[in-house]
């Protein structure tokens, strides 16, 4: 894994400090993650990381386990049709 005080992009040291969140316009909407293949989305906050210097942002999520789909999770859409799990999925 690379270095997560370095930025992505460019290398540099100059990852800002502190807490930064993203939100969408419209007030408190999470951003979503989306496992399109599956027709499941997932309530996960995205921790953006920006470089100082050259503005690249970064996103991670802090409990990537949480984005496996499991038996518990169904379709948003109930006529989704279902395609058999993958190995890739996981
Ligand atoms: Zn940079």
Redesign the pocket.
């Known amino acids: 894994m690379s270095d997560p005080n370095l ?1 992505g ?2 290398g ?1 040291p ?1 990852i800002l400090k502190g807490d930064i969140g993203l939100r969408t316009s419209r007030d408190l909407e999470l951003i979503m993650v989306v496992r399109k293949d599956h027709g499941i989305e997932k309530k996960i906050p995205l921790q953006p990381r920006v ?1 100082g ?2 503005g ?1 942002v970064d996103l991670f999520v802090e409990n990537p386990q949480t984005l496996k789909i499991t038996s518990e999770d169904k379709p948003v859409d109930p006529d989704y049709k279902n395609r058999p799990l993958l190995e890739h999925d996981f």
């Open positions: 930025c992009r460019c540099d100059a470089c210097k050259c690249f």
